[in-house]
T-cell receptor, first 117, second 116 residues
Framework: AQKVTQAQTEISVVEKEDVTLDCVYE???????LFWYKQPPSGELVFLIRRNSFDEQNEISGRYSWNFQKSTSSFNFTITASQVVDSAVYFCALSDGPGAGSYQLTFGKGTKLSVIP | DARVTQTPRHKVTEMGQEVTMRCQPILGHNTVFWYRQTMMQGLELLAY????????DSGMPKDRFSAEMPDATLATLKIQPSEPRDSAVYFC??????????????FGDGTRLSIL
């Protein structure tokens, strides 16, 4: 069975601080995908990133960066110089990988990030 | 940008009434998922379709929930009869899956359902 754990339920930071959201996963699949989604107060789920288990290269997109470490089964998300607009609930998710079949997502419980002006 | 469209955005109804939620997936996507979000359970999969065929509905209460995909542009989720415990946000997502190439799931804005 797949499992995603986001141990941080809520985080508050002051604007311009850096913040890291933790994600630890469990799977028996040899190939899998990892995701991050953002849910702002308006409620929609916004896709941020997908990583293939083959590729442990870290990724940076603007103020966002992701650190994938297979050895510790972690896929952490860092926001640099946080802004008020980053306030949202962030979900880490896991699906089976290429060719495996379902691609259904198993979500963590989410981390609520509040960025204080 | 292509989007998944869900209707209605909000629904308030009384216990026992039938509820129908609709989803228009992104054109060209062959897989449609229904998820439910509650405070207690978080986001959980209810059912999904590939090329309009239902592949897994094990997450749904079978006695009252049904999911269908009458054509490639429409997926529906029905609850009959509805109960207060069905109050939640229901998300539809679509993605493109094909062998070793696929695209990530993109979500609709959700239907916020309240059963009184």
């Amino acid at each position: 069975a797949q499992k995603v754990t986001q141990a941080q339920t809520e985080i508050s930071v002051v604007e311009k601080e850096d913040v890291t959201l933790d994600c630890v996963y469990e799977t028996r699949d040899t190939t899998y995908y990892l995701f991050w989604y953002k849910q702002p107060p308006s409620g929609e789920l916004v896709f941020l990133i997908r990583r293939n288990s083959f590729d442990e290269q870290n990724e940076i997109s603007g103020r966002y960066s992701w650190n994938f470490q297979k050895s510790t089964s972690s896929f952490n998300f860092t926001i640099t110089a946080s802004q008020v607009v980053d306030s949202a609930v962030y979900f880490c998710a896991l699906s089976d990988g290429p060719g495996a079949g379902s691609y259904q997502l198993t979500f963590g419980k989410g981390t609520k990030l509040s960025v204080i002006p | 940008d292509a989007r998944v469209t869900q209707t209605p955005r909000h629904k308030v109804t009384e216990m026992g009434q039938e509820v129908t939620m609709r989803c228009q997936p992104i054109l060209g996507h062959n897989t449609v998922f229904w998820y439910r979000q509650t405070m207690m359970q978080g986001l959980e999969l209810l059912a999904y379709f590939r090329n309009r065929a239902p592949l897994d509905d094990s997450g749904m209460p079978k006695d009252r929930f049904s999911a269908e995909m009458p054509d490639a542009t429409l997926a529906t989720l029905k609850i009959q009869p509805s109960e207060p415990r069905d109050s939640a946000v229901y998300f539809c997502a679509s993605g493109l899956v094909g062998g070793y190439s696929n695209q990530p799931q993109h979500f609709g804005d959700g239907t916020r359902l309240s059963i009184l």
